[in-house]
Antibody, heavy 117, light 106 residues
């Protein structure tokens, strides 16, 4: 059974940094691209970033490019999102998701990031 | 950048058929995917590549995609189908979501 466990969220001041993690199990992690998708309070889903299975290719939404960095450690079956220069508008529930040929077939439960002074 | 649009809300009578649309320029030439999200829960994939159901998704859920509109159809709607539904497409290394449709079953 595929399981994705998101963690690392919390309260951070504007301009601060945070690193999210997603521990994966139940599938061959290195064979699949992985993504982060966020949802601001009361709003819809917004794709944030995707990384290929071997980590060699990364993609970012314009809203986070240059501030966020996606990475993975295939030896630990773990996905990361390093978030720098955080803004109030980055406040959201962040989901990790397993990507499969253009769609997301499994999702984590989400970890909440709040950017506020 | 590519955009897809959904109605904000849709109401359907219990046992009737709900059709949730997702509009985009020539969306029929792309693969459309659909997610269901209930309050406080993570999204769940209900339709992939236009008209395919993942295992565990009831046959009442079906999809189609042609021209400028992709459609998620929920037959014999149940109270348990009340949720937000999102369409999603892939466009040049961008994964694009619609704004979501809140389905109410009356």
């Amino acid at each position: 059974e595929v399981q994705l466990l998101d963690s690392g969220g919390g309260l951070v001041q504007p301009g601060g940094s945070l690193r999210l993690s997603c521990a994966a199990s139940g599938f061959t992690f290195s064979n699949f691209a992985m993504s982060w998708v966020r949802q601001a309070p009361g709003k819809g889903l917004e794709w944030v970033s995707t990384i290929s299975g071997n980590g060699g290719s990364t993609y970012y939404a314009d809203s986070v490019a240059g501030r966020f960095t996606i990475s993975r450690d295939n030896s630990k079956n773990t996905l990361y999102l390093q978030m720098n220069s955080l803004r109030a508008e980055d406040t959201a529930l962040y989901f990790c998701a397993k990507e499969y040929y253009g769609y997301f077939d499994h999702w984590g439960q989400g970890t909440l990031v709040t950017v506020s002074s | 950048s590519y955009e897809v649009t959904q109605p904000l809300s849709l109401s359907v009578a219990l046992g009737q058929t709900a059709r949730i649309t997702c509009g985009g320029n020539n969306i029929g030439s792309r693969n459309a995917h659909w997610y269901q999200q209930k309050p406080g829960q993570a999204p769940v994939l209900v339709i992939y590549r236009d008209d395919n159901r993942p295992s565990g998704i009831p046959e009442r859920f079906s999809g189609s995609n042609s021209g400028n509109t992709a459609t998620l159809t929920i037959s014999r709607a149940q109270v348990g189908d009340e949720a937000d539904y999102y369409c999603q497409v892939w466009d040049s290394n961008n994964w694009v979501f619609g704004g979501g449709t809140k389905l109410t079953v009356l």
